[in-house]
């Protein structure tokens, strides 16, 4: 989120770009990303919360989705975007480009491109929507989520609300893979959660480039059978 003045996440922390990459941004409000390419998401991270404003930012572009302080529709914002971008003309700041969806195929066609190419999703904007901070039903999240099995070799502690019990649980995948699932867990669960060395099902999103699974979500522990 550029605020006319810094960059910041959703959680209001500053991210501290040189003073050549925001030099010429306009003073109104933009929504949007500090990018690298696809698949750099853990790289792109790295560099932006580092406060030392490195040369490493010559890497980032800055995509912009929205602009959040105009009162217009949606597709007039796009338009306004485009205006003051051109006007900037910063070569590391582009508008991020919008295609209208047609129908449920062709949701599902470019969903499978986006995914095929390193792409997390797709986001779906209601046409004529206003802006809205936070969650929003103009503006949707659509991805894909895959189920694997994984053991359970620890229990971490739950803080907070969870003191008392399961916070997550660490876990590995037959490669040896370790990780841990914090979420998906009802309270009774938690009470008395999955024990080592049993196996469960869960849900994720995708692999980071560490072949670690990002998002994970606890879906149910698995039924262990023996054969007599």
Known sequence: YWDGERFLSRLGNEFHAPDWFSAGLPRTPLDGELWIERKSFQQTVSIVRRQDKSDHWKQIRYLVFDAPAQPDPF???????????HTARLPHVQ????????????????????EGLGGEGLMLRQPGSKYEAGRSMTLLKVKTFHDAEAVVVDHVA?????????????VHLPDGTEFSVGTGFSDKERAAPPAVGSTITFRYQELSTGGVPRFP????????????
């Open 158 to 170: 739950g803080k907070g609300r969870h003191k008392g019990r399961l916070g997550a649980l660490v």
């Open 217 to 228: 979500s606890f879906v149910r522990a698995c039924q262990n059978t023996d054969g007599g």
């Open 95 to 114: 508008p991020h480009t919008h295609e209208l969806c047609r129908d449920l195929g062709h949701l599902q066609e470019e969903l499978r491109r986006v």
């Open 75 to 85: 597709e007039e914002r796009l338009k306004f975007v485009a205006e003051v971008l």
